[in-house]
């Protein structure tokens, strides 16, 4: 099944559509087909997260989602059902639309140092796993895809499974310059949606302490899916987790009119809060990034 970025992507595509079937002639150019990079096809069933059965020690079985986030329970798309050659969304134009889209499995990401010798990053060990518990803007894991909540399985061919902290940041001090190889496991049950600011420059929600509480109705938001009770993540790919609302209020009004914000669900951020401590941010305002 395809889809779109937007809503918005998809009224314009209908629009496109109708006019061309009025004028009954060839289209001026060709259709593109957008396809998520989580679709495998129209009848094959869309795994939220692909043989993941936990997450920190969090459990992941469909009886604990259909508990505690019933929207993720895995829909089986049925044949026939999806358009086909869908017209290029004009969101496709955005340079951070192809960042934000999480393949829900398994990457290769490949970074450098910075002229300091730093990558940018810090990780952090929960249950035998590494994960990144912080990212610095514009730094070369931020430029490279690296994100909050995102577990580490290798660096440079080295499994990191069962080491601590400390052992997987001298990994990185002693790498090259260039050429750092990292194997990434994403973090599960994000999801990105594609928003378009108002006149007024809103995109329609409202938030506190990161957390989504309210839509206003009729907005790009409340038309997209944007839900409450999530935890915005990223604003057109820059990491907001930890920042106060008024610093995030100020990256969307700095966003361009469009506007991707990368979303998760209270109940999986608040397990990856606690697993990372709650001291989490005031300590990395102390120690910097490796």
Same mark, same amino acid.
């Given at each position: 099944?395809?889809?779109?970025?937007?809503?918005? %992507?998809? &009224?314009?595509?209908? #629009?496109?559509?109708?006019?061309?079937?009025? /004028? /009954?002639?060839?289209?001026?150019?060709?259709?593109?087909?957008?396809?998520?990079?989580n679709?495998? $096809?129209?009848?094959?069933?869309?795994q939220?997260?692909?043989?993941?059965?936990d997450?920190?020690?969090?459990?992941?079985?469909?009886?604990?989602?259909?508990?505690?986030?019933?929207?993720?329970?895995?829909?089986?798309?049925?044949?026939?059902?999806?358009?086909?050659?869908?017209?290029?969304?004009?969101?496709? /134009?955005?340079?951070?639309?192809?960042?934000?889209?999480?393949?829900?499995?398994?990457?290769?990401?490949?970074?450098? &140092? %910075?002229?300091?010798?730093?990558?940018?990053?810090?990780?952090? @060990?929960?249950?035998?796993?590494? +994960?990144?518990?912080?990212?610095?803007? $514009?730094?070369?894991?931020?430029?490279?895809?690296?994100?909050?909540g995102?577990?580490i399985?290798?660096?440079?061919?080295?499994s990191?499974?069962?080491?601590?902290?400390?052992?997987?940041?001298?990994?990185?001090?002693?790498?090259?310059?260039?050429?750092?190889?990292?194997a990434?496991? !994403?973090?599960?049950?994000?999801?990105?949606?594609?928003l378009?600011? %108002?006149?007024?420059?809103?995109?329609? +929600?409202? +938030?506190? !302490?990161?957390?989504?509480?309210?839509?206003?109705?009729? @907005?790009?938001?409340?038309?997209?899916?944007?839900?409450? %009770?999530?935890?915005?993540l990223?604003?057109?790919?820059?990491?907001?987790?930890?920042?106060? !609302?008024?610093?995030?209020?100020?990256?969307?009004e700095?966003?361009? @009119?469009v506007?991707?914000?990368?979303?998760?669900? /209270?109940?999986?951020? &608040?397990?990856?809060?606690? &697993? #990372?401590?709650?001291?989490? +941010?005031?300590?990395?305002?102390?120690?910097p990034?490796?």
């Amino acid at each position: 099944m395809s889809l779109y970025p937007s809503l918005e %992507d998809m &009224k314009v595509d209908n #629009m496109i559509r109708a006019q061309m079937a009025q /004028q /009954q002639t060839p289209p001026p150019f060709q259709p593109v087909s957008y396809q998520h990079p989580n679709d495998t $096809g129209p009848s094959a069933p869309r795994q939220v997260y692909p043989a993941l059965g936990d997450y920190m020690g969090l459990e992941l079985s469909q009886d604990v989602i259909a508990l505690n986030m019933p929207e993720y329970q895995v829909q089986i798309a049925q044949p026939g059902t999806g358009a086909c050659n869908i017209v290029a969304p004009l969101s496709s /134009q955005s340079a951070s639309l192809s960042k934000a889209i999480v393949s829900g499995a398994i990457r290769q990401v490949i970074l450098c &140092k %910075d002229r300091d010798g730093k990558c940018g990053l810090r990780l952090h @060990s929960v249950n035998n796993g590494v +994960f990144v518990c912080y990212v610095a803007a $514009g730094s070369p894991a931020a430029l490279a895809g690296l994100r909050f909540g995102d577990q580490i399985l290798e660096i440079n061919n080295v499994s990191l499974a069962g080491m601590t902290m400390e052992q997987c940041h001298a990994i990185l001090k002693k790498s090259g310059p260039n050429g750092i190889t990292m194997a990434v496991r !994403d973090r599960p049950f994000e999801r990105t949606i594609t928003l378009h600011k %108002d006149s007024l420059g809103h995109v329609g +929600f409202q +938030f506190k !302490d990161g957390n989504i509480v309210g839509l206003v109705k009729d @907005s790009s938001a409340a038309r997209n899916g944007l839900l409450t %009770d999530h935890q915005i993540l990223e604003i057109n790919t820059i990491n907001v987790v930890g920042m106060k !609302d008024k610093e995030i209020s100020k990256v969307i009004e700095n966003s361009p @009119s469009v506007v991707n914000v990368t979303v998760i669900p /209270q109940y999986i951020y &608040k397990h990856m809060i606690s &697993k #990372m401590s709650s001291s989490l +941010f005031k300590e990395l305002d102390r120690t910097p990034a490796v």
